[in-house]
């Protein structure tokens, strides 16, 4: 209670000194121009980080009212992404629980290693699951990288690079020559899984779908015409997790909120000006799933976002509540919350939660 009285007082503060110019340019999308007269009377990374938070205050307000009419996917169709989430929660395991895991689901593992493996279902689908990054720094260091030009898209180059691992490429000829391949994975290992499905680097068999969980970006967003798009992509984002909206957002807000990382503890170094204005030219591409965290649920309930809300749904100054610490909203990234929100909502059978309370 005490932080939200603090919050909200530097905001009525942060209020006077806000020049507002905003206009509706469709149902979605907003066009904001929102101007702190002196950023430079903050001292604290907390007190720059409330301010530009205070900038997006009407677009994030938006957001939230027009989600409280977004459908859930019907509850037949999450039970294919709760294996996927099933089978990458269990990519941080060692490979007896793999094994484990594979044989519960009625599965065989074709092929194990560390950072990526394969499984078969019966009917001849499948599986490609990539782990993400195990550190959670190392997951926001590994985002910041130069760009590479591939068939005229730019691309993240790690993940480009990743896909093109003679080793990987190797094991996709040995395991995934099928007509009926999905690609799974959680943070960056969804972006590698994305990668592979856009960049038509897959050397055999057809992807048919990619699932993917708190994965960043890939590509530029101006470059989203020019890579493949001949497969299904459900892209879930888990309530707050930063991860999946680092590339692409506002440069100052993104460099801001990696300064108050900093200040509660993490290692993170901000990149430089010039770095941090290319990655927001990223865009997140697929269908978007917000696991969306309201009423009395213990998990966010998936909600199907709308085409054209899914720029705003995916920028960090638009979703990052400034109720929450940095070290809270990093729990968002974890595999554990998206498995459970997906669980939750078949186990409900589709029920829409309570009404939400601010003041809780």
């Avoid at 790690?158 to 691992?165: E, N, W």
Wanted: with cysteine; hydrophobic share 40%; glycine share 8%.
């Amino acid at each position: 209670m005490a932080l939200r009285i603090v919050i909200l007082a530097s905001l009525v503060h942060f209020g006077f000194a806000v020049r507002v110019d905003t206009r509706d340019d469709s149902d979605g999308e907003v066009s904001s121009s929102w101007g702190l007269s002196d950023l430079s009377a903050c001292e604290s990374n907390w007190c720059r980080f409330t301010a530009l938070m205070s900038r997006f205050a009407l677009q994030r307000y938006r957001v939230n009212r027009a989600a409280g009419s977004w459908p859930a996917p019907p509850t037949q169709d999450l039970h294919k992404p709760l294996l996927a989430a099933k089978l990458c929660q269990a990519s941080y395991e060692d490979r007896a629980t793999v094994e484990q895991v594979v044989a519960a689901e009625g599965m065989r593992l074709l092929e194990y290693s560390e950072r990526y493996w394969f499984a078969s279902k019966p009917n001849g689908e499948v599986f490609v699951v990539f782990r993400g990054t195990v550190d959670l720094h190392d997951v926001i260091v590994d985002l910041f990288v130069v760009p590479t030009e591939h068939n005229g898209a730019m691309w993240h180059s790690g993940f480009l690079h990743f896909i093109q691992r003679p080793n990987l490429q190797a094991a996709l000829r040995r395991n995934a020559n099928s007509p009926r391949v999905t690609l799974v994975g959680h943070s960056l290992g969804g972006a590698n899984a994305y990668a592979l499905a856009a960049s038509g680097l897959m050397p055999v068999g057809h992807i048919e779908e990619i699932i993917t969980f708190g994965a960043p970006a890939v590509i530029y967003e101006e470059s989203s015409n020019l890579v493949n798009t001949n497969f299904k992509h459900t892209a879930f984002a888990n309530q707050q997790d930063p991860v999946p909206r680092l590339l692409g957002s506002d440069p100052t807000v993104v460099g801001n909120i990696l300064n108050l990382y900093r200040d509660v503890g993490s290692d993170v170094d901000t990149p430089s000006p010039r770095v941090l204005e290319a990655v927001s030219l990223y865009g997140q591409q697929g269908d978007a799933v917000w696991l969306r965290g309201d009423g009395e649920r213990r998990f966010g309930r998936p909600l199907v976002v709308p085409e054209e809300w899914r720029t705003s749904v995916m920028l960090l100054q638009i979703i990052v509540s400034l109720t929450s610490a940095p070290s809270n909203v990093l729990a968002n990234h974890l595999m554990a919350g998206y498995r459970g929100g997906i669980e939750e909502e078949i186990r409900s059978g589709g029920s829409p939660a309570p009404a939400p309370s601010f003041w809780r």
